[in-house]
Structures are given as structure tokens and as C-alpha cells.
């Protein structure tokens, strides 16, 4: 079940303290109506009823979605008791086949939903994010590869231009940020080199699976 709570926040702009609604945990099979709420981040964001001033509200939530075994734990700190952990974990092992990860920013939360409801694994999209940087470093040349590397990319949407299946990335370019369509080949390519590095395999429990976990494991 979805579990909330009233808390007080502070208007970042005007400094009033005002009620909100904080979701501690979120299952979307009983509250249906919340999925799209995360996917957009609207759920986290509340406006100020005395300035009007759009305020991020950045708290843990364990996200659950039954109908495809899915939970996401966004902890903002990083900081979560072993024991806790461990009896989800230990509990969703008795459920069976379930899929599990941890997220410390919203923007990532809403990235995974993404990516899971697109039917898409996201290791591969992180070795597809990779693949990708490592290819725009390389025309970069020496000065900006570094900078390529770490740069920020993240997961947007699948389409389909003349019967031809891509995915788009996103990435922060010159102050704005812009797209950049990867063909699907790219997505089976880098299953193939996952298939053939079983090594490459998220850690037991709630994962943390992004660019700097990979990074990690291939440098």
C-alpha cells in the first residue's frame, strides 16, 4: 500500500512554512493515478500559496509496481539501515522475479520509469550511454574527451522513423539541452557485449545502476 504523511516545507523563495503531502512509499497497482505523477516529477514539486514560487520537494519514497515486479528506491541521502533493506529485499525474493533498484536524485527515479515501461533493460541502456559518449569523445579529440565522459546523459524515449526503431538521448549542450537519436542497433550491440561479460551484473538487491556504476566496472 501507499504510505503517506503530512509534513511541514518552507517556501524557498518567501520563506513560508506550509502542509505537504509526502509519499513514503508508492504502490501503483492500489493508486493507479500516481504513476504518472512520478514519471513527470509533479509529485515532488508544490507551489507556494503565498508567492506562487514552484518549490522541489526532495524526500525518500520506495516506488512499487506490482503488475510488472518493479521497485525503486529513491533515497536522496543515501542513507537507509542494512536491516531495513535487507527485509525488502528478502521479502521480494519470497515474491519472486523481482527488479530492484536505488535512485539518489528524482531526475533518475523518473529515468528508470522510463526506461522500464520502453520493455528495455538498464544496464544496456547505461552501456548504450557509454558507447555513445566514448564515440563523441573520440571526434571531440584529447581537449573535451573528459569532459564528454562525465558529461550528464540520461534515457528519453523509443520512436519509430520509417519503420526503422531508434531511441533518443538526452545531454546538456551549451546551456540547453538537446537530443541525440541512437539507431536500436545500438541497444542489440550492446546486449551482445553484455551477454559475452556476465561480469557486468548489478549487485544483489536494490542496485545502483548508472553511468558511474558502469564507469567503475570498465575502466
Not at 524526500?59 to 531495513?84: C, F, R
Request: proline share 4%.
Amino acid at each position: 500500500m501507499s504510505i503517506v504523511k503530512e509534513t511541514e516545507v518552507r517556501c524557498s523563495k518567501c520563506g513560508a512554512a506550509h502542509s505537504f503531502k509526502v509519499y513514503r512509499s508508492i504502490n501503483v497497482a492500489e493508486n493507479p493515478e500516481l504513476k504518472d505523477s512520478v514519471k513527470d516529477g509533479s509529485i515532488f514539486v508544490w507551489e507556494c500559496p503565498d508567492c506562487g514560487q514552484k518549490n522541489l520537494a526532495k524526500y525518500e519514497t520506495l516506488y512499487h509496481d506490482p503488475a510488472s515486479k518493479t521497485m525503486i528506491w529513491l533515497l536522496p541521502t543515501g542513507n537507509v539501515q542494512a536491516s531495513e533493506m535487507a527485509a525488502i529485499t528478502n521479502h521480494t525474493k519470497a515474491m519472486g522475479g523481482y527488479r530492484l533498484r536505488r535512485v539518489s536524485d528524482i531526475g533518475s527515479l523518473m529515468e528508470k520509469l522510463l526506461i522500464f515501461e520502453a520493455g528495455l533493460d538498464d544496464v544496456v541502456v547505461e552501456m548504450c550511454k557509454y558507447v555513445t559518449k566514448a564515440e563523441m569523445a573520440a571526434k571531440a579529440g584529447e581537449e573535451r574527451a573528459q569532459e564528454i565522459i562525465s558529461m550528464p546523459m540520461h534515457f528519453y524515449r523509443v520512436g519509430e522513423h520509417e519503420g526503422q526503431k531508434y531511441f533518443t538521448l538526452s545531454f546538456p549542450d551549451n546551456g540547453k539541452m538537446v537530443g541525440c537519436n541512437i539507431g536500436y542497433n545500438v541497444y542489440e550491440d550492446c546486449l551482445g557485449i553484455l551477454s559475452r561479460n556476465p561480469s557486468i551484473t548489478p549487485e544483489e538487491g536494490f542496485a545502483k545502476v548508472d553511468s558511474e556504476w558502469l564507469l567503475s566496472i570498465m575502466q
